[in-house]
């Protein structure tokens, strides 16, 4: 929902009458508490932010926005692209650059074998291929 629906929405909760037991009003009250909330993480965010919009000159070694190919002792292959917290999609194999795999990942190079901490255990992977295309 839109901020300034649920503005409305609270100004219309807010003229029905006493607002300590008017349910939807308390409800729009949060909802508005909310939206504010992440307006205000973004709004730091997007000072923080940096695009990445070139390939760095070791293409063998794995930096953030690589895509990445790891390979398990099973033969089982996996890709992954690093990307920033707030692109991640597991559908397209992106993760975040803060995840294990991730971080287990940076600064390694194509044919490093990596280990990986996960709830299953230690898990080990190959890097069979690193690329930066788009």
């Given at each position: ?77 996996t ?51 690193v690329?930066?295309?788009?």
């Open positions: 929902m839109l901020r300034r629906e649920v503005t409305a929405a609270l100004t219309a909760a807010a003229a029905e009458g006493d607002r300590s037991e008017n349910a939807e009003y308390i409800y729009r009250k949060k909802q508005l508490r909310e939206i504010d909330r992440r307006i205000r993480y973004l709004q730091k965010r997007l000072d923080r932010l940096r695009v990445v919009d070139s390939a760095p000159d070791d293409r063998e070694r794995v930096f953030f926005g690589a895509r990445v190919t790891l390979e398990e002792d099973s033969g089982a292959s890709n992954y692209r690093i990307v920033g917290p707030d692109e991640i999609d597991d559908g397209e194999g992106w993760i975040s650059v803060d995840s294990p795999v991730a971080r287990a990942l940076l600064g390694k190079r194509l044919d490093d074998e990596v280990s990986v901490p996960t709830p299953g255990g230690l898990r080990c992977f190959w890097i069979i291929d690329s930066y295309s788009e």
